[in-house]
């Protein structure tokens, strides 16, 4: 089984512009992405794909594979897509299962990786899975650069939204809060389908691209973990992040 992870990083992000290269305990934000999630034994390989040769240039200086990408990409599954038909190419074979890893999320780890890719190899009808995790409290739930995420009996996706979903506004504060963890593996095929298709409703609505899935009514695997995960979307997310992994076990196989 051929199952490779790509991590698209571009510097324009309009919210933290030049965040893949923020420093993180001396080393940029986008090499402890990609330092990370080598560890997964399930890779065949890791690569980073981006439009910006700062990024390029810093994962081949430290030995990391990067292929460059098209600067129009909107969405970072048109760029996985393209580095995944690069590689492809380069290699020779075809990759059965592509994992679109963020990077902007520092602190996921091989074990996440691992139970994201599991339920594909495990169910061959299954095209896409997600993870998800518990929300730590109330000013977390209703951040509108959380993801929140809602699931049905199966733990198949039901809705995904930037709102704190479900409601706490008719009495029932008790609720179940849980948020996307932005580690996706896609079939192959799914990948290039996928990015076919045209944006969604719903999807363009919430600012969600896991929406278009299930507009299309495609389920979404939903995989439980209990680590905690956030990703940098801001200057006091990074700040926080560093805090956090101050404490890492990780960190130290790395970082000497």
Do not use: W
């Not at 509108?144 to 809705?159: G, M, Q, T």
């Amino acid at each position: 089984m051929n199952i490779i992870g790509i991590i698209p990083a571009r510097m324009a992000s309009s919210r933290f512009p030049n965040k893949p290269m923020a420093d993180i305990l001396g080393m940029p934000m986008i090499g402890h992405c990609l330092k990370r999630s080598l560890m997964c034994n399930m890779f065949s390989d890791v690569y980073v794909a981006t439009c910006d040769k700062i990024i390029y240039d810093y994962i081949e200086s430290i030995g990391g594979k990067a292929i460059m990408t098209l600067d129009t990409h909107e969405r970072a599954s048109d760029r996985t897509a393209e580095a995944m038909l690069k590689i492809e190419k380069k290699i020779g074979e075809k990759i059965d299962i592509v994992v679109l890893l963020q990077g902007d999320e520092p602190m996921t780890n091989d074990s996440m990786i691992e139970s994201a890719i599991k339920p594909l190899l495990d169910d061959n009808n299954l095209k896409i899975t997600n993870l998800y995790a518990t929300i730590g409290s109330i000013e977390e739930f209703e951040n509108p650069n959380e993801v929140k995420v809602v699931i049905d009996r199966e733990s198949n996706a039901l809705y995904f939204s930037r709102e704190p979903i479900p409601s706490r506004k008719k009495g029932i504060t008790d609720v179940p809060m849980f948020k996307q963890v932005c580690v996706i593996p896609f079939k192959r095929d799914f990948l290039l389908e996928y990015n076919e298709m045209e944006q969604t409703q719903l999807e363009i609505i919430e600012s969600v691209d896991m929406m278009r899935v299930l507009e299309n009514g495609i389920k979404i695997k939903m995989v439980y973990i209990q680590e905690d995960n956030f990703s940098v979307d801001t200057q006091e997310d990074l700040e926080n992040v560093i805090e956090l992994m101050k404490k890492d076990e990780l960190v130290k196989s790395y970082i000497k």
